[in-house]
């Protein structure tokens, strides 16, 4: 079954989740993340570089070096992780990909996709990381 979201955003959201529920304010070493995940590690560092220059994980290096998060899991929003990775759905984009689309020039799913689009934005915006079950994730997939 496929997705609603990018498999980058999946990820993102997924490596988040878990720096969440740790809630550890030890550095989490990548090879751990990998290892509950299944994301390929090289795929996953990029994702974890870009998490971290959005300001959402802090990053130390060395032997002790891993990823904590950058603020408390109640100050960030799936919205935030979404962003950072390039996948949070843009208003008024075209579910046909025909650019901009609108009310005065809609395509033929402008009605329901408008909708669905601004219920999933608002969903995300208004979803942090504190509001995640106790170590619901699983590992591996």
Known sequence: MESFLSQTAEYALQATAWLALLSSEEPVPAR????RSGVPGH???KILRRLV???ILESQKGKAGGFTLARPPHAISFKDVLLAVDAFPVAGRCAFGWGECNDAIPCPLHVPWTAISEEFRDWAAGTTFAELGPLS???KR
């Open 53 to 55: 220059l959005a300001g």
């Open 137 to 139: 994730l699983r590992t």
């Open 32 to 35: 751990y993340l990998v290892e």
């Open 43 to 45: 795929y996953l560092s």
